[in-house]
């Protein structure tokens, strides 16, 4: 089966991210079956994904009309062309998962994994068509932030995640290519090295946490929506890009380990707002505004994407 605008797809594991995947697709017409095991996730499932057409200011009609639940796994598969599972981050659960989807799906279907860590190469480890296995590694919440990397195991059919990344990129996501089954994929190594060093700055007393947060949302971070890390290097130029990197880079924090102030924290039970203080102190109304804050600016930034597709039209390089 050759991936295309009306594959239907089908969702296993209907939670926080399986259900709003499963809305992008059927925000874009396509027949989305979405399963899950929990009777009560099944329940919820419509409304929920009602509750993202309405913040999304999208026809809810029309894109529950591509939505349904189902609690038969060979039901829900059957006819899909594209089965995305997103269920719990255990590898003997996706193990078994994949297991039952090998066997009640057609060969030609697009299997894959919105696993955050575990590698694709574990979790096909008992199949025996692992070729058509892949990673979507989808950002949450994936209405709201475009990027999936996709993920070309070791056995994995070059021309299907072509497909799949075609079939991402025509519902309005921003699919890359990952040729290599790598621990954090690409997003997830980049933002943690930037942790790495903002936990090291305030543990050695430079700063507190909230400077660092200033540095990067008043400094270097006003540039990252338009204006990636290497494109800036080339703009520069990379003479002086060298140049910093030659006296920087012997300065920089290598802890090949969770940082120590992170662990200590963790361990006095200061874990983050919900508990009033992690790196910085927190109020419920404090934190309440900050997340409303970020979803008002990812809410307006996807709203401003969908006006420059409907311009310039879908599928920009990205
Ligand atoms: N939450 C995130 O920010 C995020 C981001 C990217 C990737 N992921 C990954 O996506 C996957 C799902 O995460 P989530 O946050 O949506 O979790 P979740 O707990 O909200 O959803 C998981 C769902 O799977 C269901 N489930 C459990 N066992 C199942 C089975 N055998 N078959 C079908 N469904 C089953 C559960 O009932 C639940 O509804 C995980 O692998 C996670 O690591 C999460």
């Known amino acids: 089966m050759t991936?295309?605008?009306?594959?239907?797809?089908?969702?296993?594991?209907?939670?926080?991210?399986?259900?709003?995947?499963?809305?992008?697709?059927a925000a874009r017409g396509h027949d989305v079956t979405l399963y899950d095991l929990s009777d009560e996730v099944r329940a919820s499932a419509l409304e929920r994904a009602g509750t993202i057409f309405d913040l999304l200011e999208q026809d809810k009609?029309?894109?529950?009309?591509?939505?349904?639940?189902?609690?038969?796994?060979?039901?829900?598969?059957?006819?899909?062309?594209l089965v995305i599972e997103a269920g719990p981050e255990r590898l003997a659960v996706k193990?078994?998962?994949?297991l039952e989807l090998e066997r009640l799906t057609d060969a030609s279907v697009v299997l894959a994994t919105n696993t955050s860590g575990i590698p694709i190469r574990e979790i096909v480890a008992p199949l025996s068509q692992k070729f058509r296995v892949l990673g979507t590694h989808f950002w949450n919440p994936p209405y709201l932030v475009p990027l999936v990397e996709v993920v070309e195991a070791e056995a994995t059919s070059p021309e299907l995640v072509s497909?799949?990344?075609?079939?991402?990129r025509s519902v309005g996501l921003r699919p890359v290519r990952l040729r290599a089954d790598i621990p954090g994929f690409i997003g997830n190594r980049m933002q943690h090295a930037l942790k790495?060093?903002?936990?090291a700055i305030v543990a050695s007393g430079v700063c507190d946490a909230e400077t660092v947060d200033t540095v990067v949302k008043y400094g270097f971070g006003l540039r990252l929506p338009?204006?990636?890390?290497?494109?800036?290097?080339?703009?520069?130029?990379?003479?002086?890009?060298l140049a910093i990197h030659e006296t920087l880079m012997p300065a920089l924090d290598v802890t090949p380990v969770a940082q120590p102030l992170l662990v200590k924290l963790?361990?006095?039970?200061k874990t983050g707002?919900?508990?009033?203080?992690?790196?910085?102190?927190?109020?419920?109304?404090?934190?309440?505004?900050l997340q409303k804050n970020v979803n008002e600016y990812l809410v307006s930034a996807a709203k401003q994407r969908r006006l420059e597709e409907e311009t310039e039209g879908p599928g920009r390089s990205g």
Do not use: C, N, Y
């Not at 497909?163 to 991402?168: P, S, V």
């Not at 963790?266 to 039970?269: I, K, M, R, T, Y």
């Open 163 to 168: 497909q799949t990344i075609d079939l991402l």
């Open 196 to 199: 790495r060093e903002a936990i």
């Open 61 to 81: 009609d029309a894109g529950l009309a591509h939505l349904k639940t189902e609690g038969d796994l060979a039901t829900a598969v059957a006819g899909a062309g």
């Open 266 to 269: 963790v361990a006095e039970g």
């Open 273 to 289: 707002a919900k508990k009033g203080e992690g790196f910085r102190k927190w109020t419920p109304e404090q934190a309440d505004a």
């Open 226 to 241: 338009v204006l990636g890390p290497l494109e800036q290097s080339d703009l520069v130029g990379l003479e002086l890009t």
């Open 95 to 98: 193990r078994t998962i994949f």
């Open 3 to 25: 991936l295309s605008r009306d594959t239907p797809v089908a969702i296993v594991g209907a939670g926080l991210m399986g259900l709003a995947i499963g809305q992008v697709f």
